[in-house]
T-cell receptor
Framework: GEEVAQTPKHLVRGEGQKAKLYCAPIKGHSYVFWYQQVLKNEFKFLISFQNENVFDETGMPKERFSAKCLPNSPCSLEIQATKLEDSAVYFC??????????????FGDGTRLSIL | QQPVQSPQAVILREGEDAVINCSSSKALYSVHWYRQKHGEAPVFLMILLKGGEQKGHDKISASFNEKKQQSSLYLTASQLSYSGTYFCGTDYTGNQFYFGTGTSLTVIP
């Protein structure tokens, strides 16, 4: 598609439950990025993929967060045993090439995750 | 490692100009600028790849001073539609993108 599609738009979970977010990148884009944005509005990098392969996962809280990008499927970000502090807007972005060069990141509309 | 932006917030009257700075403690390879309106996704504005490069789009332009490890975004004759939070972004290591701390810009009539 021509846009990054994120689903769902809103997700409400009780503390301790699992949350799964999806992202379909723009067709032809090789890189996918996940970011977490909390109240301060600052973006925290979580993980990036080059096609199906993890490119960088240094931002991921590894105990409870996991992510995948499988062929012919939307990418996913899963949070096990959610905590109140996981409440945030999660953005996915895709890039034709890596943004260290001359390619911009195109963002989806985000998924607002609320942990009660 | 996150680039630091200044000011944190600015309020302008329509028609006034503003400058937003993005400073890094490490060498910048390239600088991206994005604008995010409240409740929406960030939107790409421009990329500067080389030291000394300047770009413009409508009445928004930017410069990149590689030696000073700094980029500046210039908004001239601001319009109400310019309101939002502006983020710079850069890559230091070749595999992780860092967004700046953000600058909230509010344009009032």
């Amino acid at each position: 598609g021509e846009e990054v599609a994120q689903t769902p738009k809103h997700l409400v979970r009780g503390e301790g439950q699992k949350a799964k977010l999806y992202c379909a990148p723009i067709k032809g884009h090789s890189y996918v990025f996940w970011y977490q944005q909390v109240l301060k509005n600052e973006f925290k990098f979580l993980i990036s993929f080059q096609n199906e392969n993890v490119f960088d996962e240094t931002g991921m809280p590894k105990e409870r967060f996991s992510a995948k990008c499988l062929p012919n499927s939307p990418c996913s970000l899963e949070i096990q045993a959610t905590k109140l502090e996981d409440s945030a807007v999660y953005f996915c972005a895709s890039s034709q090439n890596y943004p260290g060069g001359n390619q911009p990141q195109h963002f989806g509309d985000g998924t607002r995750l609320s942990i009660l | 490692q996150q680039p630091v932006q200044s000011p944190q917030a600015v309020i302008l009257r329509e028609g006034e100009d503003a400058v937003i700075n993005c400073s890094s403690s490490k060498a910048l390879y390239s600088v991206h600028w994005y604008r995010q309106k409240h409740g929406e996704a960030p939107v790409f504005l421009m990329i500067l790849l080389k030291g000394g490069e300047q770009k413009g789009h409508d009445k928004i332009s930017a410069s990149f001073n590689e030696k000073k490890q700094q980029s500046s975004l210039y908004l001239t004759a601001s319009q109400l539609s310019y309101s939002g939070t502006y983020f710079c972004g850069t890559d230091y290591t070749g595999n992780q993108f860092y967004f700046g701390t953000g600058t909230s810009l509010t344009v009032i009539p």
